[in-house]
């Protein structure tokens, strides 16, 4: 199992540029959610997926989309990108919500100029 | 007051040392707490769940005080390889999902 994993791992943007960021998992999750982490913060959340076809915003959910058409998949999309958005972006997954031991994937690094 | 609070590192101690996190949290209703580890430019690994009762993996002990909403993570015979920065987090089921709030992180460092 490759677990949690995202693409690209960096990326520089212009203000205004959109871009998407890809999530895959492999453990048959039916539970996926986007966190950014900026330096000295703790993790916020973005979107989350309790399944296919069903999303929710989180805490910090403006200037993002998601989407989740499989249950392997859920991409966050970037529209009109702003300097506040540079951050690293987590996608995680879990297969409880009872317990909730989220498996995170390796981050991607963004940085809005 | 922030939802989880814990202790501003750095932690800086020799190897072979005994540390203690703390973390305080300020939703009565939160049910389930982790500690997380977290290396350096690298993604957040879970370490340990935290039960009522405390719970122990090897060098690593848990203890939940549900009445003084506090959380604690002993780290006893530090090894070089304990460096990290240690997220205390708290969930809360909302029914169709659960909200997992972060703390900032401790962040210890193992010297020789």
């Known amino acids: 199992n490759a677990g949690v994993t995202q693409t690209p791992k960096f990326r520089i943007l212009k203000i205004g540029q959109s871009m998407t960021l890809q999530c895959t998992q492999d453990?048959?999750?039916?539970?996926m959610y986007w966190y950014r982490q900026d330096p000295g913060m703790g993790l916020k959340l973005i979107y989350y997926?309790?399944?296919?076809?069903?999303?929710d915003k989180g805490e910090v959910p403006n200037g993002y989309n998601v989407s989740r058409s499989t249950t392997e998949d859920f991409p966050l999309r970037l529209e009109l990108a702003a300097p506040s958005q540079t951050s690293v972006y987590f996608c995680?997954?879990?297969?409880?919500?009872?317990?909730?031991?989220?498996?995170f994937g390796p981050g991607t690094r963004l940085t809005v100029l | 007051r922030k939802e989880v609070e814990q202790d501003p590192g750095p932690f800086n101690v020799p190897e072979g040392a005994t540390v203690a996190f703390n973390c305080t949290y300020s939703?009565?209703?939160?049910?389930?707490f982790f500690w997380y580890r977290q290396d350096c430019r690298k993604e957040p690994k879970l370490l340990m769940s935290?039960?009522?009762s405390g719970n122990e993996d090897g060098r690593f002990t848990a203890q939940l005080n549900r009445a003084s909403q506090y959380i604690s993570l002993l780290i006893r015979d530090s090894k070089l390889s304990d460096s990290a920065t240690y997220l205390c987090?708290?969930?809360?089921?909302?029914?169709?999902?659960?909200?997992?709030?972060f703390g900032t992180g401790t962040r210890l460092q193992v010297t020789l």
């Open positions: 995680a997954s879990s297969y409880t919500v009872r317990y909730n031991e989220q498996f």
């Open positions: 453990m048959n999750h039916n539970y």
């Open positions: 997926s309790v399944g296919a076809g069903i999303t």
């Open positions: 939703n009565s209703a939160s049910q389930s």
């Open positions: 935290v039960y009522s």
């Open positions: 987090v708290v969930s809360l089921n909302t029914g169709t999902a659960s909200k997992l709030t």
